[in-house]
């Protein structure tokens, strides 16, 4: 009989099934019954059981030692992380702790509910996230225009005319914020039942490729490209006139922020002529059934809150928010949104800022890319102890290489994480998870954001390795000792009541959470049921929804970044120039820069090149395979050229998560593919200012090709 589980690598959440094949080795498979996946999975299900099985996975807490490692006890690793913690909060204040939250968290139920519960022991103002270089303009512009940073519309994929999809490439991602297992099929049945799917992107990529059009757009313009998509709507008079303006402000503030954007003044910004964008906008009018999705590509840019606020704007004053067929949202069995306002976390910004860059605070995180000058800059609030849950920031964030050097500078460092890799090999202490087949799975998050209400529960189905833990229990010690160490009678009573709560478990909270959430579902109910419930399709839930009960169309927040655009329209830098521009990408088989320890992942060519459009290429005498050197503002790397006529001319492209040569880090099969990070092109410096994200796409490079000596007498 197969185990049933759910894979967590990325946001899809498909059903799979554990079973072993004749020579005992385990085999994954889709699990048909899923109501969400319908057996649908990737390449990468298949690997994990290599992350089981993996011998440079780390088995048991280990303590650095000189230039090794030593594997030492649970209780002795807990003692030191709590105690030094402790005494840096306390000779140094309480914002010397910094902490690092990686994205994989957001896959892991317990991790997530852990790390609500520690975020009041840590009581520090250097909490950093993978949100900072990813979603956060979503979340921004959800805070202000709608009033909770977790209403995150999604695409009603499975009812939508006409799909609208700006920097995001599904076919390879498999969807974010778009939890939609099979994407692809989901898009073709768009097109068999003769709706349209568009794709704006610098890049043809393979979602491009299947869809009806491809629409290249210059990087990092995307704003600009949507304030001339609602002055269309607007000067044309197309604004839909549906029960949504009864519950939405800032109409006319809107017309005049789009007022002087014409088609016409950003065609040559954009690369996208007038009439093309013209069509891009009455598209979302004329269609039945429109939603315009924008994901990663639209957020990591310097302009990423306009962009995200612009979405949502032109969906709503299109009529296509909360309809079926539109950008809709869930009701989800475990209620994250209503939760979120239920307990007050509905997003603020600015109510500190980062010492040395100056950026905002967004829902009590500070931005990802102040972290590195946080830790050097000596001083009050200085961080001296870091902890990193489940993040490899030297990879993943700007300027990892000068992170790395500012991670040695600390006084102490401690890893949750399941390899020696780029980011915890600095660190003084690793404590190892259980790998995936050996945890429990819960999509809070992705079950929020799916194209379609399900709810599934699974098992581990493997036992979990003896010197593991789960996130749950370390982090719920490291709070019961820290408030011990704190001493006091309420601390005291806290840090039992922390014990008592880490004993009864994540799956009790969960329990609770789905019993108050709207379809009164129990934990029990899903274990009865471990393929999953089908809890229907999206249905429209506003203005019910709102904690105002009204949206803010053009917040002053995000009316106001609009200087921050001019300024940069009239200075001239964003119009097209000599420079490249560098952009990101995915590819299926890595999940940003882990899985690369899997041999069956890594076969094939390698992945970690630079895609250059032939006419550049031409222009600048690199050759398919030839080496080029890439060099930014902040750093250079050395990568081979893939000279590719779908990336268009003026932009070149890099994928993340790569550069696994560094010292120190221990995944044999990742290090023999190592490739370069693009992360020592990307600059910390430049950010969106609005909301502290970081800027991964539209960052000017030059290319020049190595020049290959020529082997001398002697070597020959
Ligand atoms: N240039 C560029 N950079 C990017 C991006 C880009 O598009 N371009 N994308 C950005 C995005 S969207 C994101 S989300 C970030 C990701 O940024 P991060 O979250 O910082 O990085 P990941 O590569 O996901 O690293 C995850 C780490 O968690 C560990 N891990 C995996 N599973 C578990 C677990 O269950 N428990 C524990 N404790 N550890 C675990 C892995 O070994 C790895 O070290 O990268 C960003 N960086
Ligand atoms: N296989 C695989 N799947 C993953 C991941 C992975 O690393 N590998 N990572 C996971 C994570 S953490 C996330 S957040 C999601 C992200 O999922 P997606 O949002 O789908 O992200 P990408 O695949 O990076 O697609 C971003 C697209 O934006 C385009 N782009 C670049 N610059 C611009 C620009 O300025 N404007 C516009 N409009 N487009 C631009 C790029 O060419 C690219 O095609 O994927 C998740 N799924
Ligand atoms: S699509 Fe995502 S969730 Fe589904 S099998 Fe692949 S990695 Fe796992
Ligand atoms: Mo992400």
């Known amino acids: ?4 589980h759910t894979c967590p690598l990325c946001e899809a959440l498909c059903g799979i099934e554990i079973d072993h094949d004749s020579n005992g080795r385990l085999t994954v498979r889709g699990d048909p019954q899923d109501p969400l996946s319908r057996g649908h999975i990737c390449p990468k299900a298949a690997a994990l059981p290599d992350l089981q099985d993996d011998p440079d996975r780390v088995r048991a807490p280990l303590r650095r030692q000189g230039s090794g490692w030593i594997s030492v006890s649970w209780d002795s ?44 022991v840590f009581q520090t103002h250097n909490r950093f996230s993978a949100s900072s270089v990813d979603q956060l303009p979503q979340l921004f512009s959800q805070w202000a225009m709608l009033g909770n940073q977790s ?10 005319d006409h799909l ?29 039942r003769g709706g349209c799917v568009v794709v704006v992107d610098p890049r043809r990529t393979r979602t491009a490729q299947a869809a009806d059009r491809h629409v290249p757009l ?23 006139d549906g029960a949504w303006r009864s519950f939405c402000d800032g109409l006319d503030r809107l017309e005049a922020a789009a007022a002087p954007w014409t088609p016409q003044r950003v065609a040559t910004l954009t690369g996208i002529a007038p009439d093309q964008i013209r069509r891009l906008a009455v598209e979302l009018v004329d269609a039945p059934r429109a939603a315009l999705y924008c994901r990663v590509g639209s957020c990591t840019q310097r302009f990423g809150g306009l962009s995200t606020w612009l979405a949502l704007a032109l969906n709503i004053i299109t009529g296509n928010l909360d309809r079926p067929g539109g950008m809709m949202f869930t009701t989800p069995a475990a209620d994250m949104p209503a939760l979120a306002a239920r307990f007050g976390w509905l997003g603020h910004t600015g109510a500190w800022r980062s010492r040395a860059a100056g950026l905002p605070e967004f829902g009590d995180e500070l931005p990802a890319c102040a972290m590195a000058s946080e830790l050097e800059l000596p001083g009050e609030d200085q961080v001296k102890v870091l902890l990193t849950v489940a993040g490899n920031p030297v990879l993943s964030t700007p300027n990892g290489t000068r992170l790395a050097r500012a991670l040695d500078g600390l006084d102490f460092m401690a890893s949750l994480d399941l390899y020696i890799n780029e980011t915890s090999s600095h660190a003084n202490l690793i404590l190892p998870p259980p790998p995936p087949l050996s945890r429990d799975h819960y999509g809070l998050v992705f079950h929020t954001l799916a194209v379609h209400n399900t709810a599934r529960y699974t098992k581990a189905p493997l036992e979990r390795p003896p010197r593991t833990r789960r996130e749950w229990d370390v982090l719920l010690d490291l709070g019961a000792r820290l408030l011990r160490h704190r001493g006091g009678v309420v601390n005291s009573a806290q840090s039992v009541a922390m014990t008592k709560l880490r004993g009864a478990g994540p799956a009790r909270v969960l329990d609770m959470a789905l019993r108050v959430g709207p379809h009164a579902l129990s934990l029990s109910r899903l274990q009865a049921t471990p393929h999953g419930v089908d809890l229907g399709p999206l249905s429209p839930c506003l203005p019910g929804r709102l904690p105002r009960g ?14 921050r655009l001019k300024v940069a329209v009239d200075d001239g830098s964003l119009a097209p120039t000599d420079r490249l521009l560098l952009v990101g990408r995915r590819d299926l088989r890595s999940n940003n820069s882990w899985m690369h320890n899997s041999a069956r992942l890594m076969k094939g060519r390698s992945r970690c090149t630079l895609l250059v459009n032939p006419q550049d290429a031409r222009a600048m005498g690199l050759v398919e395979g030839g080496l080029a050197w890439v060099r930014s503002a902040v750093g250079q790397v050395q990568v ?25 880090s221990r995944q044999s099969v990742a290090a023999a593919h ?11 410096a430049v950010v969106d200012e609005l909301t502290g994200n970081a800027v991964f796409n539209g960052v000017p490079v030059t290319v020049q090709a190595v020049e290959i000596q020529p082997a001398s007498r002697d070597e020959a």
Request: cysteine-free; hydrophobic content about 45%.
């Open 1 to 4: 009989m197969p185990l049933l």
């Open 77 to 120: 690793a807990m003692t030191q992380l709590a105690e030094r913690i402790h005494r840096a909060q306390r000779d140094f204040g309480q914002n010397a702790l910094g902490v690092y939250i990686g994205s994989p968290n957001v896959h892991h139920y317990d991790n997530l509910l852990a790390l609500l519960v520690m975020g009041r």
């Open 151 to 160: 209403l995150f519309p999604v695409p009603d994929l499975d009812r939508t």
């Open 164 to 192: 609208l999809i700006l920097g995001a490439n599904p076919a390879v991602s498999n969807g974010s914020i778009m939890t939609a297992p099979g994407v692809m099929k989901r898009l073709a049945a768009i097109r068999s």
């Open 218 to 240: 210059r990087p990092g313009t995307d704003p600009l490209l949507l304030l001339a998509m609602v002055h269309v709507i607007f000067a044309e008079g197309r604004v839909d």
């Open 550 to 563: 009204r949206i803010d169309l053009a917040p002053d927040l995000l009316v106001g970044d609009l200087r």
């Open 640 to 664: 081979p050229v893939q000279v590719d006529p779908d990336i268009m001319p003026g932009v070149v492209s890099l994928p993340h998560g790569f550069g696994h040569g560094r010292e120190g």
């Open 674 to 684: 190592a490739g370069v990070s693009a992360n020592d092109l990307t600059d910390p």
